[in-house]
């Protein structure tokens, strides 16, 4: 039988950080902890309390609110509070107040400190920076040690045909019969249960027709007995390996012992053509928009092959821009061959989040087009037409058409830079952040193809809009747009508590998170001039030009990681379902470590928000 | 300390001939004005082959010291006890999942009582349907030459018949909403591992501090209020 406090034990064993603690370290917890019952309303911590006490709820909840009376945060069973006030020693924040009855356990500060002392990963848990701790949200997942290389990839990933399984009493004709039935190039062959061996295509040639051997025979006579096998979750790497140490080009797979598929060499080399570098070199080479639009075809699968290769899901979005920007320079020379050269330099624009090289597997265009001043009369009907052809492949390449007409093909986003120049202009006294809402996106630019210097200038017009403090009714309206943002506070049993405490039932990561995020950088960017598109990219710049702290830009640069990452994911599980990814992320589906992540960042970017708010004040 | 209860531990302390629960009963107890925040208690539950206190025995004791309103888990205590005077533990194992070779390495009856009435001295004991606790003790005190306890009892069970009824009227026990397990879904408190006497005790101590909260908070509710 247990001990007496098995109980007690065995709560703490699944609430983190004490899954941490070993056995022995979580018996020493145990016997550290007080129970106490209290009555619903009973505030637990007042804000300038001195605290030294750890508290663990083991059933009920709590609500935090901070000195102005507004919702922090609310908490359930195996939730602690109290902890900022133990660790830094200063007095309590946020007000601590049962919202049901609720048993709650207690441990003393030195019992806490002991615990702290005696296991580096319980101690871990609590001194990570916030950054780290956001980042651990989204590392905590893929495990793939060393990397990026697709040749990582579990071999499992790569299996393309069913298993084909003959017995040792099929004959050599059958065999061969089932093989070209089955359209593969190599048969397992089972006695009952047991693997006997495998026969390929090679072996037709070389140990049948060369030899003259009768078909009439076992397929026993010419298998290749106790054939080499790995286990599916094994590196692609070691079965390249393995095949090319032995001669061999059929590799039987096995998950828990049982064959569950045969790797070919062929298999591995699609791997290699599914590599981004070789899709976009192919994407340069597609003769047509039909070519293009089959490779295109490999994209989603490509993204499901990153992630199993180990990639970092941050990194993700960058690999689908880059694929993005090749289909479109693509579209381009293939319009030119149609058209002939253009009459006037010009470039091809992006905006949005292909722009700023964010996007996730699914994304409607954001494009525009600038050509020079001193374009002849009639080159605008040029422009159109190679518009129309580019648009219109990239509808046909998986990438829809905007439904705001954010394209090239529309006469406004289709200009001279003048007319561009015009656009940011007008758009630089824009007071009413509902009008600031609909041309946000074009504050995120980048030119794609063509001359890069007619960008340019647009990206300069695009900074001194943001300088302008002084006219600053267009830099207010983006700044209280982007404060407007309703951000959530957390996450309380199986729920999303929206920022005015109402539970919701899941988080949209891009409307209450990303969307955000990446609204407030961009008016603190452009507030200091920055028109570098990339999100992480202008959060850089602004820390080189001491305009954020190391801290804060940290923290916003954290944020976005396990956003983007989050979203990386989760659309990945959508698409492995056969589902249409979208941004709903159920609370159930994610980690403790994941939900405390997430926490953090909500915060990050509601303080971002606030100070947004005291920055612009209306 | 009452002069009642004064009398009750001189009385006591004539007829004992127990060592260890002589020097029990040189604790004062608390008296019926003491407040929860000021007593200590001590939860308490046995396992035993039966209801009837002659026949059958205890085959393990459970208990955790509750502190005014604090249940202090590194307290919380569970000892087996071997019974050569009686049988194995028969069909009870069914309930309690103790068989007869885990008895083999457990205390004797004497040494169990040694170390639960060290526990006891000057505190309250609460126990949920505190008469079996109670006449197994004092049968057990008894065979040993002690003698009965003066300690205050606090039956979590009756406690709550009064709570309920308060708020709907009598004729609860029959339909079982009395059991420690329906009192404690009642008042949403988490599962617990059954038939372990610790966490029987632990799970009584938990109910008992829930109907405190009720009855105003252990800063107001007395003794009194509660036996």
Known sequence: MNSALADVEKFLAQTPPFDLLDPALRHRAATAIEATYRRKGTALLEIGDSNATLYLLRRGAVEAHDRHGNLVGRYGEGESFGVQSLLTGKPVRSRITLIEDGLIWSMPQVAFDALRAASSEFDTHYIRSLEERLIAGVQAKPKNSSGHELFMTPMGELLRHPLVVVTTDTTIAEAAGVMSEHAVSSLLVNEGDSVRGIVTDRDLRNRVLAQGRDPAQSVREIMTTDPVTLDASRPVLEGIIAMAGRGIHHLPLTRDGRVVGMLTTRDVMTLQTRHPLYLAAQIQKAGSIEDLASICAEVPRLFELLLASGMRAEQIPKVLTTINDAVMRRLIGLAQQQLGPAPAPFAWLVFGSQARAEQSIKTDQDNGLVYADDAPANADAWFASMARIVCDGLNGCGYPYCPGKIMAITDAWRQPLSGWLDHFRKWSTVPDPEAVLRISIFFDLRAVDGEHALAAQISRALGECGARRDKGAFISALARQAASYDVPLGFFRRFVVASQGENRETLDVKASGLLPLTDLVRVRALEAGITVPSTQERIAQMLDMNRLSHTDADRLAGAHILLTGLRVRLHAEQMRRGEKPDNHLDPREISHSEREALREAFLVIREAQQGLLLDFPR | ?227
Not at chain 2, 59 to 84: H, P, Q, T
């Open chain 2, 1 to 227: 300390m009452s002069t009642l209860q004064g009398i009750r531990l001189a009385l006591a302390r004539r007829s004992c001939k127990l060592p260890a629960q002589q020097r029990l009963l040189e604790h004062p107890l608390p008296a019926r004005g003491t407040r929860v925040t000021d007593m200590e208690m001590v939860a308490l539950d046995f396992e035993t082959t039966g209801l009837d206190t002659r026949n059958d025995h205890i085959i393990a004791a459970g208990w955790v010291l509750v502190r005014g309103d604090r249940i202090i888990m590194a307290s919380a205590s569970e000892i087996r006890v071997r019974d050569d005077t009686a049988e194995g533990v028969g069909q009870s194992a069914v309930i309690h999942g103790i068989l007869d070779s885990d008895l083999n390495e457990a205390a004797e009856a004497e040494a169990m009582i040694e170390q639960l009435l060290a526990e006891l001295a000057g505190r309250a004991i609460i126990a949920h349907a505190a008469a079996i606790e109670r006449g197994f003790l004092n049968t057990l005190l008894r065979r040993l030459g002690g003698t009965s306890l003066p300690n205050p009892f606090i039956d979590t069970m009756i406690l709550e018949r009064q709570l309920l009824e308060g708020e709907r009227g009598s004729g609860r026990e029959r339909q079982g909403e009395l059991t420690l397990d329906a009192c404690r879904t009642r008042r949403g408190l988490p599962d617990y591992q059954r038939h372990s006497a610790a966490a029987d005790a632990v799970a009584a101590a938990e109910l008992f501090l829930a109907q405190v909260a009720q009855l105003g908070g252990a800063q107001k509710v007395m003794l009194r209020d509660l036996c």
